[in-house]
């Protein structure tokens, strides 16, 4: 499989990108807003409208009571699910055993960043789930959909939009048994390279990256780089590279990955699809999950 290396992405976008890891780490101090898993706008579930209270009756009689305002509406199925909205309540579908609620992945808006639930994927090696991490302007839209060895995000940017394919869970996420967290150990299994195919990426570009976890800091986000520069791809590629070319300041732990990532770093509109995710050892021989 060819390996494809092209443009440089913008400096603007690279400290997007870290400012971004920051926010996310400041999440789990925040309080979480929740989102909308349904819709593929920035629209979130309103909350219903509070009822008039009612008019004082003559005669002293009391006025009726207004009705209580009806609650915002789910969205649709979870394939079709975005990037949450301000308001809403959170109802994410458990993942790896533990249920989503945030802050993170299922939290919602804050700080500036918005974060979808973790929806399941199929056919895509060790990654098992899918959510998207986009800017709160209310301009930004990301809509995820899949079938059988294959994601897609579609929607427009105004800032960034991030599609995230989870092979790990985050520490924000504690499982029923009070286990907090479960990195995706690739050392262990052997695993070096990744490889995939990206189809259709905007012509702005598209930046594949890599986010990991650290006990003590947080998440990590890594871009893939050749040469010290930042690779943008904004044709149908196949790619296969060490997992040891994603890069920010150093070489991510292998060991503790959470996602894998795919970021539009720009104002743009978008509609692009990952499919056939490897994972190979240092043989160049594809490493399969369990059975």
Not at 17 to 36: K, P, Q, R
Not at 48 to 59: E, F, L, Q, V, Y
Not at 180 to 186: C, D, E, H, S, V
Not at 229 to 256: E, F, G, K, Q, W
């Amino acid at each position: 499989m060819a390996r494809v290396l092209l443009s440089r992405s913008s400096m603007t976008h690279r400290s997007r990108l870290i400012v971004l890891t920051s926010l996310i780490t400041l999440a789990a101090h925040a309080a979480a807003c929740a989102s909308d898993p349904g819709h593929g706008d920035d629209s979130s579930a309103t909350a219903g409208t509070a009822g008039t209270a009612g008019t004082a009756g003559t005669a002293g009689t009391a006025g009726t009571a207004g009705t209580a305002g009806t609650a915002g509406t789910e969205g649709a199925s979870a394939p079709s699910g975005s990037t949450a909205g301000k308001h809403g309540e959170a109802n994410c579908p458990d993942f790896m055993g533990a249920p989503v609620v945030g802050p993170g992945p299922g939290g919602g808006c804050q700080n500036g960043v918005c974060m979808s639930c973790i929806w399941p994927t199929n056919g895509m090696s060790f990654a098992t789930g899918m959510f998207t991490t986009t800017d709160d302007s209310g301009a930004t839209t990301a809509n995820l959909r899949t079938e059988a060895g294959v994601v897609c995000m579609s929607g427009t940017s105004a800032d960034y939009a991030i599609l995230r394919l989870a092979v790990g869970r985050p520490d924000t996420i504690v499982a029923a048994d009070g286990s907090k967290g479960k990195p995706f150990n690739a050392s262990l299994l052997g695993i070096t390279e990744v490889g995939f195919t990206i189809e259709a990426p905007p012509s702005a570009g598209l930046v594949p990256g890599l986010l990991t976890e650290s006990p003590k800091t947080g998440p990590l986000e890594f871009v893939l780089q050749s040469n010290g520069h930042d690779i943008s791809t904004s044709s149908t590629s196949s790619m296969r590279v060490p997992l040891t070319d994603y890069r920010n300041s150093d070489a991510p732990d292998t060991s503790r990955l959470l996602a894998l990532e795919f970021s539009v770093g720009i104002a743009a509109h978008y509609d692009f699809c990952i499919r056939s995710l490897k994972f190979f050892d240092t043989n160049h021989v594809e490493v399969l999950p369990p059975k």
